[in-house]
């Protein structure tokens, strides 16, 4: 059964920052703003882009991202029975990816449990334009907030952000709330574009990525300046080594990744 619900037990994302922000800023492309402020930016970005959302990630990296995902996917391993977390799911690709897998070793292991992936992103448009593209039994579609996760301690198997984590008000936060709503030894799997380690690589993709990929988002989209943001966002976003490090200092053990297209993008696995 789909579903897409707003907790009352919980605050909104905007709210939740203002409370525990206490004047902090955050960036918003290459502009520092206040934090409760970025909240309320990035969701109308994801606002704007909603219905050309997957289109645009097809033409932006020609398909590429299929790959990417589908080896988190494949990394995350979703078994019978397992409750996982899609944060910032979006559109429901990871989601969908996951409960084709989570079936077939449900299948393989003669299972007759499903798994549970709850589909979970703070913006009303993502996860409509997710349920429009069709559902899965195993799927439920949730809007809540990264930072202040509508769900138990404790309480999961698994835990993915695809393309997401980057665009919270205060990223330290949304790997403490992911740490918190895992069991011991749960999976924590974060895939996000990163920083290429080539010299020659950077200078192509800084090129492309600034000069082409706005330029997409005006002609597919009709929206030049929320692809701005997105490029803006991903130079912003700390390294590879960095990010690594904010997830051991949020508590997760064996933090680790791997560079996909030579640190264009990476996946970063550690265990709850």
Same mark, same amino acid.
């Given at each position: 059964?789909?579903? @897409?619900?707003?907790?009352?037990?919980?605050?909104?994302?905007?709210?939740?920052?203002?409370?525990?922000?206490?004047?902090? &800023?955050? &960036?918003? !492309?290459?502009?520092?703003?206040? *934090?409760?402020?970025?909240?309320?930016?990035? %969701?109308?970005?994801? =606002?704007?882009?909603?219905?050309?959302?997957?289109?645009?990630?097809?033409?932006?990296?020609?398909?590429? %991202? %299929?790959?990417?995902?589908?080896?988190? /996917?494949?990394?995350?391993?979703?078994?019978?029975? $397992?409750?996982?977390?899609? /944060?910032?799911?979006?559109?429901?690709?990871? *989601?969908?990816? #996951?409960?084709?897998?989570?079936?077939?070793? =449900?299948?393989?292991?003669?299972?007759?449990?499903?798994?549970?992936?709850?589909?979970?992103?703070?913006?009303?448009?993502?996860?409509?334009? !997710?349920?429009?593209?069709?559902?899965?039994?195993? #799927?439920?579609?949730?809007?809540?907030?990264?930072?202040? #996760?509508?769900? $138990?301690?404790?309480?999961?198997?698994?835990?993915?952000?695809?393309?997401?984590?980057?665009?919270?008000?205060?990223?330290?936060?949304?790997?403490?709330?992911? =740490?918190?709503?895992?069991?011991?030894?749960?999976?924590?799997? /974060?895939?996000?574009?990163?920083?290429?380690? @080539?010299?020659?690589?950077?200078?192509?993709?800084?090129?492309? *990525?600034? =000069?082409?990929?706005?330029?997409?988002?005006?002609?597919?989209?009709?929206?030049?300046?929320?692809?701005?943001?997105?490029? $803006?966002?991903?130079?912003?976003?700390?390294?590879?080594?960095?990010?690594?490090?904010?997830?051991? $200092?949020?508590?997760?053990?064996?933090? &680790?990744?791997?560079?996909? &297209?030579? !640190?264009? /993008?990476? #996946? %970063?696995? !550690?265990?709850?």
């Amino acid at each position: 059964m789909s579903q @897409s619900q707003i907790s009352p037990d919980h605050l909104t994302p905007a709210d939740a920052v203002s409370a525990a922000s206490g004047g902090k &800023t955050s &960036t918003f !492309g290459f502009r520092e703003v206040d *934090a409760t402020e970025k909240v309320n930016l990035v %969701h109308g970005v994801f =606002k704007n882009v909603a219905s050309k959302y997957d289109v645009m990630n097809d033409v932006m990296s020609a398909g590429v %991202h %299929h790959l990417w995902k589908d080896a988190a /996917c494949a990394r995350l391993n979703p078994q019978p029975g $397992e409750i996982i977390v899609d /944060c910032a799911g979006g559109t429901g690709d990871i *989601a969908r990816r #996951l409960a084709k897998l989570a079936r077939h070793a =449900k299948a393989r292991r003669g299972s007759d449990k499903d798994a549970q992936i709850r589909v979970i992103d703070y913006n009303q448009a993502m996860i409509e334009a !997710g349920i429009a593209r069709g559902t899965e039994p195993e #799927l439920t579609w949730t809007v809540g907030d990264a930072m202040n #996760l509508p769900l $138990e301690d404790q309480s999961i198997d698994a835990y993915i952000i695809s393309f997401g984590i980057r665009n919270v008000a205060d990223v330290s936060q949304a790997l403490r709330e992911a =740490k918190r709503v895992l069991k011991p030894g749960g999976r924590f799997l /974060c895939l996000e574009f990163s920083h290429p380690k @080539s010299g020659v690589i950077a200078s192509v993709y800084d090129a492309y *990525a600034f =000069k082409v990929i706005p330029f997409m988002g005006q002609m597919v989209a009709g929206d030049r300046e929320s692809y701005q943001y997105l490029v $803006e966002s991903i130079k912003r976003f700390p390294d590879q080594d960095r990010f690594r490090d904010m997830m051991t $200092e949020a508590g997760f053990k064996r933090a &680790t990744y791997t560079n996909f &297209t030579g !640190g264009v /993008c990476a #996946l %970063h696995h !550690g265990w709850a």
